[in-house]
């Protein structure tokens, strides 16, 4: 019997995004506008352009469903499109702090998605066959107090 092969990961970057506050399009759906970012890899760097926003939904109480598109351009003038799902979990400290504006860090709270990469920049082409888990390191919530701040960093599944 053959030993497995179990998957490691390997941070590829870290994405910086301002988030503007909800359209609040009924209970069941929040859209939150990316206006800007930056995603800092090895070797590239790419400025988060319009179109990019959430579509975020409610799956429980305590679960939050994202729905993300990003559109990037590389300082080399190439385009990177990031679309992807993800899990928030809210627990009531958290709630909190979501609803104030306050800081929360990631370790506070399992905010992960799964990324995929679409690129037209010839150096950055492996990203185009490769799964992504991302990983929430600090956010501000975007809401009633103003424009959030998202960080969090993309690991290439190896």
């Not at 053959?2 to 929040?30: F, R």
């Not at 090895?42 to 799956?59: N, Q, V």
């Not at 185009?128 to 993309?154: C, E, P, S, W």
Request: net charge negative; hydrophobic share 40%.
């Amino acid at each position: 019997m053959t030993t497995p092969t179990i998957p490691t990961l390997e941070k590829v970057m870290t994405m910086t995004a301002s988030i503007d506050p909800p359209q609040q399009v009924g209970h069941d759906l929040s859209i939150y506008n990316v206006p800007d970012g930056t995603i800092v890899g090895d070797g590239f760097t790419a400025k988060i352009i319009a179109p990019s926003a959430d579509w975020a939904r409610p799956i429980s109480d305590t679960v939050l469903g994202l729905d993300v598109r990003l559109s990037a351009q590389t300082e080399t003038g190439h385009y990177l499109y990031l679309t992807y799902f993800g899990r928030v979990c809210v627990n009531e400290a958290v709630a909190e702090k979501m609803a104030s504006g306050t800081e929360i860090h990631g370790s506070e709270m399992y905010f992960t998605t799964n990324p995929i990469v679409k690129t037209n920049d010839p150096a950055l082409a492996w990203m185009n066959d490769t799964i992504f888990v991302g990983k929430m390191q600090r956010n501000i919530t975007a809401g009633a107090h103003g424009q959030g701040h998202l960080v969090y960093d993309v690991y290439k599944v190896v």
